[in-house]
């Protein structure tokens, strides 16, 4: 059995509408506290409170759209992770895989990630050490892509922790 999967993955409606929402609810909650709707607060702490949710309600908004690009993952046979941007929307294909070029990051999967039957979130560290969390759900990839990407991960997992355990 091989694990290689290559894929596209694109940014999740779900995942946009929900962050949308939350970010909404927080803005009402805020704005709420400011017209004295919420709480008994004096002026000062009430404008602090209101102004501080309106804040988080924008930042929340602006950090969940702001990570919305379309990333290219493969995984070799081997179990090696690499993660890149694409500018440019484009097919995965067996002829011109692995799709290695100059701004792929080889990765390395971290203890931490999650693995659901409905969701994968990835918890990936570079080579430089940085680490960047890649949420999969199921509308970001097609079905087969998003079966083959849990297997691959949950094979990776497996591997990683029956090391970890060997060396003790």
Known sequence: ???????I???S???TALVSAVAIMVASI?????????????LTPRVLTGF???FLAFFGFYHGVR???ILQLDIAGAGQIRL???REKRTCSDSDWPHVGKDMQVMQLMPGSTIWPCMLLLRLRAEDHAVRVVPILPDSVSRESFRALAVAVRWLAWQSDSQESSYL
Request: glycine letters at 14%; charged letters at 15%; hydrophobic letters at 50%.
């Open 30 to 42: 805020g704005l709420a506290i400011l017209a004295g709707r919420i709480g008994t607060l004096g």
């Open 13 to 15: 409606r779900i995942l």
């Open 84 to 86: 890149s941007e694409q």
């Open 9 to 11: 993955i694109r940014p």
């Open 52 to 54: 501080g949710a309106l």
């Open 67 to 69: 990570i919305r690009k």
């Open 1 to 7: 059995m091989t694990i290689a999967v290559s894929t």
